[in-house]
């Protein structure tokens, strides 16, 4: 698994199912992401302008009304929920404000439901990750203004 870059590895045949998945087994295990490694910047030489036309001197890149977006990213592989069972209400939408206690989805992982909490505060954003769909760790499931 190593030797390849596999996290999870299954196979089923005539009757006989193997799963294997790097981690804890059945134990939850929270981790923290790893912060952005920097790169090397390298300048690309803007197109040329047609004569009579001016340059703007702003930024082409618009930020968000209130400030930048924090991302909350998926802590493990799994499958991500919005909710705790198919019949209940969501545990968070759009415009709902969170603080870092706030459980923001259920991610399984190994037939374990893994409650995951905000880490940070502000109002719901944009939600990322699709429910009932596999997520991968680091992956971005929330942004929070």
């Given at each position: ?14 009757g ?30 803007a197109?040329a ?11 082409a890149?618009a ?10 990213v ?12 198919p ?27 893994n ?20 997520v ?10």
């Open positions: 698994m190593k030797k390849n870059d596999l996290s999870v590895f299954e196979m089923e045949k005539d006989f199912k193997l799963k294997l998945q790097k981690g804890a087994g059945d134990q939850t295990v929270f981790m923290q992401p790893l912060l952005p490694v920097s790169t090397p910047q390298i300048a690309i030489p197109p302008l047609p004569a009579g036309t001016r340059a703007s001197s702003s930024p890149v930020e968000e009304p209130g400030g930048p977006l924090k991302d909350i998926s802590p493990m592989v799994g499958t991500f929920y919005r909710q705790a069972s019949d209940a209400p969501s545990f968070v939408d759009i415009g709902k404000a969170i603080d870092a206690e706030t459980v923001v989805c259920i991610i399984e992982a190994m037939k374990v439901m409650e995951i909490k905000a880490e940070t505060s502000g109002v719901i954003a944009e939600i990322v990750a699709e429910n009932g769909k596999p991968q760790f680091g992956q971005v499931l929330f942004r929070v203004r």
